[in-house]
């Protein structure tokens, strides 16, 4: 059984959908960033952490990727084309996406007050909109998820951003990523996951 620890409202929610759509069992340690059961399995401080057969693993991204690839599910194939487009395309979301959000974050309640700029948030609202503009050409017309009729870590990873955003007020230009939030969102796995 894995363990995860970190609290949902962080990137732990990430990982705890990618579990739960893949139906595997685990426990969940609600536990915020440097709390000490946190820095016992990773010095950084940071959540989540994945404990796998005695193993932590850290970072969310790299957590949904050995998740995704060990149960062979959430992901296409290593080595193939489809799975290049993948790994693009998760590597662009997570660029363009989740590291404005962060850096909003950072500079809204994660550093020391006399070092937040709470104006570079317009910047990030701008820079929000452009990414979107980037990612609206990469989406498939043909499915419901980024990649056409395949789920995959990409679109959890774009589905929590979105959630940041929302929660942030950056605005979603377009009705497509609208609609994939909403899509994404409705999916009893991430509803069971936002609720742990």
């Given at each position: 059984?894995?363990?995860?620890?970190?609290?949902?409202?962080?990137?732990?929610?990430?990982?705890?959908?990618?579990?739960?759509?893949?139906?595997?069992?685990?426990?969940?340690?609600?536990a915020p960033p440097r709390d000490p059961s946190v820095v016992?399995?990773?010095?950084?401080?940071?959540?989540?952490?994945l404990i796998a057969d005695g193993v932590p693993i850290t970072d969310s991204l790299a957590i949904?990727?050995?998740?995704?690839?060990?149960?062979?599910?959430?992901?296409?194939?290593?080595?193939?084309?489809?799975?290049?487009?993948?790994?693009?395309?998760?590597?662009?979301?997570?660029?363009?996406?989740?590291?404005?959000?962060?850096?909003?974050?950072?500079?809204?309640?994660?550093?020391?007050?006399?070092?937040?700029?709470?104006?570079?948030?317009?910047?990030?609202?701008?820079?929000?909109?452009?990414?979107?503009?980037?990612?609206?050409?990469?989406?498939?017309?043909?499915?419901?998820?980024?990649?056409?009729?395949?789920?995959?870590?990409?679109?959890?990873?774009?589905?929590?951003?979105?959630?940041?955003?929302?929660?942030?007020?950056?605005?979603?230009?377009?009705?497509?990523?609208?609609?994939?939030?909403?899509?994404?969102?409705?999916?009893?796995?991430?509803?069971?996951?936002?609720?742990?």
């Amino acid at each position: 059984m894995y363990k995860v620890i970190g609290k949902t409202q962080t990137r732990t929610l990430r990982v705890l959908w990618v579990l739960e759509e893949l139906g595997l069992a685990y426990d969940h340690v609600q536990a915020p960033p440097r709390d000490p059961s946190v820095v016992a399995v990773n010095p950084a401080g940071k959540v989540p952490v994945l404990i796998a057969d005695g193993v932590p693993i850290t970072d969310s991204l790299a957590i949904m990727t050995y998740l995704a690839d060990r149960h062979a599910a959430l992901t296409f194939a290593p080595g193939t084309i489809d799975r290049a487009h993948q790994d693009a395309l998760t590597h662009f979301i997570n660029e363009e996406f989740d590291q404005i959000f962060w850096m909003a974050a950072r500079h809204s309640f994660v550093l020391p007050e006399e070092h937040r700029l709470p104006a570079i948030k317009d910047s990030l609202k701008w820079e929000f909109e452009q990414s979107q503009h980037r990612l609206l050409p990469r989406m498939s017309e043909t499915g419901p998820f980024l990649m056409g009729e395949t789920m995959t870590i990409a679109d959890i990873l774009l589905a929590h951003c979105l959630r940041w955003a929302v929660g942030a007020k950056f605005p979603i230009i377009d009705d497509r990523i609208h609609a994939f939030g909403a899509m994404m969102f409705d999916r009893p796995a991430y509803k069971k996951a936002a609720a742990a």
